[in-house]
């Protein structure tokens, strides 16, 4: 044995042996696969800017083959109106210079028009004779060219002409005899013309007389209208356009209802990229929709639900999984539509439990019963007290939920969010919930008198402040709130709740106060306005979503339709959430005939949100002492806060002479938030600008001081804690 096997010998048996692999090593390096030519052309032709967009899209291009089409068509008639037009200031045209207007206007002005009159007399008599002659002469030249070449020359010369005529009749801007004095009734082509909308734009003062458009995507029919994308001039913003859609929708001949005016947003678009679409007729005349949900055997809660379709006729689905609802409207609107439309996805996943309060006490969700966790349907104080507890058991289960994940794993609860999969598991029992309250005014003005750990309070007073909790911190462990009343003024609805309520859809109201309460403040300046929508569009309403539809992910509000779901299809999802519900074995609560309500910790549920009466609550037990000078002004506008038939604006000059008030009060306003702008209000001499405070401002100041106070008496409750 060779020295070298004996060392082999001695290895360590112990160490991993590794397998042996045997391979070759090859030197060719495989040729790079070209592209081919003709793909590279293809992608030339798709990405070059000198290629028009018509040419690189199908749709784009059969709506050009179209319009070149229909421009043929048009085309003899356009040439013979051009003509007549270019004959009438022909015409025109000579009969100035016969007449010596110019020279005749020149004396008049100029008040020697009697030492002239002989000069014009002798001019006007030798331009009629220029005249004659000209046509004596035009006449022999055309019969000799007839003898001549025969009927030939008459033709070629009628036709130019008739060319000569059309090019001075042709329609520009500025030019004389171009317009009808009595025209007819306006009316939208039906071919989107470009003209058409340049017109349209800087007759609503959008753009200027000397601005024009220039268009993205050329004018497509999509659906029952027209679709057009269009770049506004520069510094001009698309927002403009959007506030302005009534004066457009004017100029396009058009009622407001059948005209869409979007911002394009994100990656393709800008400030000042405007996306339209025109419909042919009233979108919303035609009968409602039926829900797609008949149709579906199941749902999953975190899709977003069936909710009803755009003027375009695209269906908006509403998301409602970690947010919560506000529907407001006049009676007889569509609220309760609505909500139940919003319900019926969540009933047909049989792992959402719901809870239904019905203060209308009618008939409209007497089905869910079979299958909700809670149900009840009345208008008296029992009713609103019941209510109640069902507030204070879902404050003390969010709680436990939060409690129960902060000791999950990472892998099971990533964030303090309730996920898909916990919400199905059993033994986490963190179902998404669902709370849906129909005409909440009534326990909201409910006066019952409630004592909570020694604080005296109104059944409605503590009701909003449990839902005021409950929509801040709820919805990441799994609550949806989708609450429907008439008209949520502050008096009725605490502004700290609506502030919270993160989606809102508001069906026809009175006036724009109303819909700025649903939608939130000024957003009528911004072109959504409820109260414009008219009586006969039932079920019409216009969304402001918190996530994102259909429409964009960018869309601030939008108008949308609601699907139909009349009593008899109501009744037949109800009865398909019992029978998932059971085959699931998720039936609980009132369906499951168990109506005995848990115990109940009030005195733990107040001290969670906030109200618990410490002694800086009850240094505050009325009201906040607000600085001056915004507690006279307070004072001074009174009802005017509430947002229930109030102001918008007052002027500074009106609050100077009611209050007695410092020089610096403009300061002192600004150093509070307030700060003074220019608006019209009408005086004895007619609208006026003047400088003043928009109401919605100082509410907002008294917001903030308010929470700023609360959030100090937190801090100081804990500091003696």
């Avoid at 010369?157 to 004389?176: E, H, I, M, T, Y």
């Avoid at 008439?486 to 006036?511: C, E, I, Y």
């Avoid at 009174?638 to 947002?643: E, P, R, V, Y």
């Avoid at 008294?702 to 409750?717: P, S, T, Y």
Wanted: glycine content about 8%; aromatic content about 6%; overall charge neutral.
């Amino acid at each position: 044995m060779t020295e070298q096997d004996r060392e082999l010998a001695n290895v360590d048996a112990s160490l991993p042996v590794r397998a042996v692999l045997e391979g070759e090593f090859v030197n060719d390096v495989p040729a790079v696969e070209r592209t081919p030519w003709r793909r590279r052309a293809v992608n030339w032709w798709r990405r070059s800017p000198r290629v028009p967009l018509w040419a690189k899209d199908r749709v784009h291009a059969v709506q050009a083959v179209k319009d070149l089409v229909v421009a043929v068509l048009r085309s003899p008639f356009r040439f013979m109106g051009a003509v007549v037009r270019g004959l009438v200031v022909a015409v025109r045209w000579w009969r100035s210079w016969v007449t010596v207007r110019d020279y005749r206007e020149a004396a008049e002005q100029s008040e020697k028009l009697a030492d002239k009159f002989t000069d014009i007399r002798e001019l006007t008599l030798f331009r009629w004779k220029v005249t004659g002659a000209t046509v004596v002469t035009v006449a022999l030249v055309v019969a000799v060219l007839d003898l001549v070449y025969g009927h030939r020359a008459l033709w070629i010369a009628g036709g130019v002409c008739a060319v000569a005529l059309a090019v001075l009749g042709r329609r520009k801007d500025g030019s004389p005899g171009r317009k009808a004095v009595l025209a007819g009734p306006r009316t939208l082509t039906w071919t989107m013309d470009p003209q058409i909308l340049v017109d349209a734009f800087r007759d609503a003062k959008l753009i200027g007389k000397d601005e024009t458009l220039r268009l993205v995507d050329r004018a497509t029919r999509r659906g029952e209208g027209w679709a057009v994308t269009v770049d506004l001039p520069a510094t001009r913003k698309a927002a403009d356009v959007v506030k302005q859609r009534e004066a457009l929708a004017s100029a396009l001949a058009v009622d407001e209802i059948q005209l869409s005016v979007e911002r394009v947003r994100g990656n393709g678009g800008h400030a000042g990229r405007v996306a339209m679409w025109v419909a042919d007729e009233d979108p919303y005349a035609k009968p409602p929709i039926r829900t797609p949900l008949l149709g579906v055997h199941r749902w999953d809660a975190w899709r977003p639900v069936p909710f009803g379709t755009d003027a375009r006729g695209r269906r908006i689905d509403l998301p409602m999984v970690w947010t919560s609802v506000l529907i407001g409207a006049l009676p007889r609107q569509g609220k309760t539509m609505a909500q139940r439309l919003a319900a019926a996805g969540l009933i047909m996943d049989p792992h959402v439990r719901l809870l239904v309060a019905d203060f209308k006490a009618g008939k409209d969700w007497g089905a869910v019963a079979q299958m909700a966790h809670r149900f009840m349907s009345g208008d008296d104080s029992e009713h609103v007290l019941t209510f109640l507890d069902w507030l204070v058991e879902l404050v003390a289960d969010v709680q436990q939920r939060y409690r129960r994940m902060r000791e999950l794993d990472d892998l099971t609860c990533p964030e303090s969010k309730v996920t898909p999969d916990m919400s199905r598991d059993p033994s986490l029992d963190m179902p998404i919930t669902a709370l849906f309250v129909d005409e909440l005014h009534i326990p909201l003005e409910d006066r019952t008198p409630v004592e909570v750990q020694g604080k005296k309070l109104t059944a409605g007073e503590y009701i909003g402040e449990l839902l005021t909790w409950l929509a801040k911190k709820a919805p990441a462990a799994g609550l949806i709130l989708v609450l429907a009343t008439q008209r949520p003024d502050a008096k009725t609805l605490p502004t700290r709740l609506r502030a919270v309520l993160g989606s809102r859809f508001a069906l026809r109201v009175m006036d724009y106060r109303d819909s700025n309460i649903i939608l939130g403040e000024q957003m009528n300046t911004r072109g959504y306005d409820s109260s414009r929508l008219l009586p006969s569009h039932k079920g019409v309403g216009i969304l402001r979503p918190d996530g994102e539809t259909q429409a964009g992910a960018e869309v601030l509000a939008l108008t949308v339709r609601t699907f139909y779901m009349p009593n008899e299809d109501w009744r037949e999802i109800c009865q398909r959430g019992r029978s998932l519900r059971e085959v699931e074995g998720t039936l609980t609560g009132h369906a499951a005939g168990q109506e005995a309500q848990p115990m109940l910790d009030h005195a733990a549920v107040a001290k969670a949100i906030g109200s618990a009466p410490t002694p800086a609550e009850a240094e505050r037990a009325g009201e906040i002492e607000l600085p001056e000078p915004l507690a006279s002004v307070v004072d001074y506008l009174a009802n005017d806060l509430d947002g229930d038939d109030g102001r918008d604006f007052v002027p500074t000059a009106e609050l100077v002479a009611a209050l007695d008030v410092e020089p610096t009060f403009g300061l002192d306003m600004a150093k509070l938030g307030c700060r003074s702008t220019r608006d019209r209000v009408p005086t004895e001499d007619g609208v006026k600008q003047v400088r003043g405070y928009a109401v919605a401002d100082i509410r907002a100041a008294v917001e903030r001081l308010r929470e700023a106070a609360l959030i100090d008496g937190e801090v100081i409750d804990d500091d003696d804690r």
